[in-house]
C-alpha cells in the first residue's frame, strides 16, 4: 500500500491532487442537471455528488460550487425553483461529459450534444430524452459548508420516470438493465453490473 | 417510461419507498466506516453516502440519522474525533452488507464478520484490512439538514492508503483494478468496469 500523508497531498500538482482526490473516495453517481433561465434558455449540466438524503419525504442533495466560477445551474434553480435529474446511459456518456465544457450563458448543451430535449408535465426545467431515470425537483433549502465554500442544494422529488423494465416488484430499481452508468474520479466513466441482492441483516448468535 | 408523482410516493408502502427512492439516485459510493468508543471498542458499519466535496483541502461529507436508532458510529466520531473509510472489494460484500445488522454497543462487527482489524499510524479509529483503498479522517464539522433531520459529517482526509496497482501516473486511481464495488438502492452490490476516460471538454466552435 502506498501512504499518501495530508502533507503530500497539500504539495501535490494541482492536476495530481485533483484526479487523486476525485477517486479516491470510490464510484459516483452520474446525473444530467436540467436548469432553465427565467426566460426559458436551457441549461444542462453534469454532476457526480448526488446522493440520496432520504426516503420519506424523497430528498436528495447534491454539491455546488458557486463561488469560484459561473454556475448557470445555481443561478436557474435559484430563479425557477425547479431541474431535472436524469441519469446517464453508456451511449449517453460522450455527450454527458461535453456538458462540462465552459459555455456562455445563452448557449445551451443541448444544442451542443446529441442529447435532446424532452418537456413535460410543465415543467420549469428540461427533462433529458431517452435517459433511463428521470426525477422532476423542486429545491428546498441550500446549506454552505463553510469548510470549503461550497453549497449543498437539497431538493425533493416530485415527479419520478422509470423505463419499465428497470423496476422490480418490490420498488427496487435495477440500474444496469438500464445501463446506467457510474463516474470514476473527474473523468472516466464505467458500467456496472450486478453481483448480488442481499436480504435484510440481522445479528448472528 | 411509468410515471410516479410525489403523491404516488407518499402513499407507498415503507418497503417499496425505501427501496424506490433509494435506488433512482443512481449507483453509490460503498465504504465501511471504522470507528472507536473512547475506550477502544471497535464498530464497523457500511456507508453509501459518502461524497467528494473538495480536493483541496481533500474533505468528504457522508450522512448520519442519528436521531431515530442509536448510531455507535456517530457518537464514536464524536468522542475520539476520527474514523477511517475503507472501500469495499467483491469478496467482502456479504460481510461488508452483514454491518447493517443492528448489534448492541459492545459488540464489534470485526468480531461478527470475516472482516479483520488492521492498526496504523496509531489513529485512534480501525481501518480493515485488504480494503483496497484505505483513509484516516478527521471530523471537522457537521450540518443539521432540517428537512428531515438527518446530519452531514464534514471530514479531512490525513491518511490515505492506497493498493499500488490502482494509483495511476496522473493521480487518478482506477476503481476497477481493486474490484472495488458500488451499491444499487439499499442492499444491492454491484462491480464496475471501466468504459473510457475523456480528455478535459472544452467548448466546441
Redesign the interface.
Known sequence: ??????SD??D?S??????????????????LIGSQTSKGNTNLAIF??????????????F?I?PTTVPRHTYSNIKATGTFT?N?IS?KQ??DA???????PEN?SEFD?TNLEIEKKNDWNAPYVKKAP???GCRY??E?H????D?I?I?A?????????SL??E???????KGD???I?????????????????????A
Do not use: C
Request: hydrophobic share 40%; no cysteine; charged share 20%.
Open positions: 500500500m502506498k501512504h499518501i500523508k495530508i497531498i497539500e501535490m494541482k492536476i495530481y491532487r485533483l484526479n487523486l482526490i476525485n477517486s479516491v473516495t470510490g464510484y459516483k453517481s452520474a446525473h457526480s455528488s448526488v446522493v440520496h438524503l432520504g426516503s420519506n419525504p424523497a430528498l436528495i442533495g454539491i460550487r435529474l441519469a453508456k456518456i460522450a461529459h461535453h456538458t462540462s465544457a465552459k459555455y448557449i451542443k431515470i428521470q426525477m428546498q433549502n446549506y459548508i463553510n469548510e470549503n461550497t449543498m437539497v425533493s422529488i416530485e415527479h419520478l420516470y422509470i423505463s419499465e423496476l422490480l418490490d420498488g427496487w430499481v435495477q440500474l444496469d446506467i452508468i457510474t470514476n474520479g473527474l473523468d472516466g466513466y464505467a458500467a456496472p453490473q450486478l453481483l448480488e441482492r442481499f436480504p435484510y441483516a440481522r445479528p448472528k
